[in-house]
């Protein structure tokens, strides 16, 4: 059976450090603040963005909740962010995601401050993690890193491969993974004999968005198995991308879901925001 990595004590571990330095900063007279926006009433949106609150209230952060309706049009969304990015208290600024169909989530993203953006969604930010030279590491792969690290493996040489090739997670994952030396393979429902594939990973990051995808016998004996899926079952439980029963008897070390990556990715987006704080605060 392999070991169980708990992302919760983890973001937990995180988040102390963070609370320290959020401590020192205030004592040089730098507050640290957090803008949330979300629009519409999306339950798994909302319990996301409580979830930052409550840990920007853990950590000392100021947090600023913009909950607008739906029917929200993009120009009064953009508005916000236009005025969230001239706002001195505000140092990060996230919009949730999904946004409703009606407007477009690449325009908005592109009007976020760069240096404010600590999702690290803005094209800007996008290019310098492709370069290898950024300054906020977007927040689900900077967890899963850290999940990686605690499992005592280390990336250099490894087969690494992701199955899941969205903006959020699966592309900058793989980015965070080559930068560690990995040898990294993204998969994706094209894929062909996708078994095999994951079956030849050392580190096996899933972020698919399917309930159970990964079974025990699609990875290899003693693998780092890291689950991103976060699924809701007609029953309510939660659940992951990962068949954890049969996975867990193969893997080496393998994440939970509750209580893996999701706790560690909102720990990354405070790390992003005390990062965004320090660098602006001599503008
Ligand atoms: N929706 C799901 N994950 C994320 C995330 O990391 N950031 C934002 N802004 N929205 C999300």
Do not use: W
Request: proline share 5%; net charge negative.
């Amino acid at each position: 059976m392999g070991q169980i990595i708990d992302g919760k004590a983890v973001s937990a571990k995180v988040k102390e450090e963070i609370r320290l330095e959020t401590e020192k900063l205030k004592e040089q007279g730098i507050e640290i603040g957090l803008a949330v926006v979300i629009v519409g009433d999306d339950p798994a949106s909302q319990v996301y963005v409580r979830n930052k609150e409550k840990a920007c209230e853990t950590v000392g952060f100021n947090s600023f909740k913009y909950a607008l309706p739906a029917e929200t049009t993009e120009e009064e969304l953009l508005n916000v962010v236009k005025e969230l990015n001239e706002d001195k208290n505000v140092n990060g600024i996230l919009v949730q995601l999904p946004l409703p169909k009606h407007i477009d989530e690449k325009t908005i993203i592109n009007a976020i401050a760069p240096n404010k953006d600590v999702d690290a969604f803005h094209p800007v930010n996008v290019g310098k993690i492709m370069v290898g030279n950024y300054d906020f590491v977007p927040c689900t792969p900077a967890g899963v890193m850290e999940l990686i690290k605690e499992s005592g493996i280390d990336v250099s040489g490894k087969e690494c491969v992701i199955v899941g090739r969205s903006n959020i997670v699966g592309k900058p994952q793989a980015m965070l993974l080559l930068h560690q030396n990995g040898t990294v393979t993204i998969c994706h429902s094209k894929t062909k004999n996708l078994a095999e594939k994951t079956k030849n990973a050392d580190i096996l990051v899933a972020a698919v968005g399917i309930p159970n995808f990964i079974k025990g016998d699609m990875i290899k004996e003693g693998a780092v198995v890291i689950d991103v899926g976060i699924n809701r079952l007609e029953n309510k439980k939660l659940c992951g991308d990962v068949e954890f029963e049969s996975a867990e008897k193969v893997a080496g070390a393998i994440t939970p879901v509750p209580g893996g990556v999701g706790p560690m990715t909102i720990a990354m987006l405070m790390k992003n925001t005390v990062k965004a704080a320090i660098l602006n605060k001599s503008k």
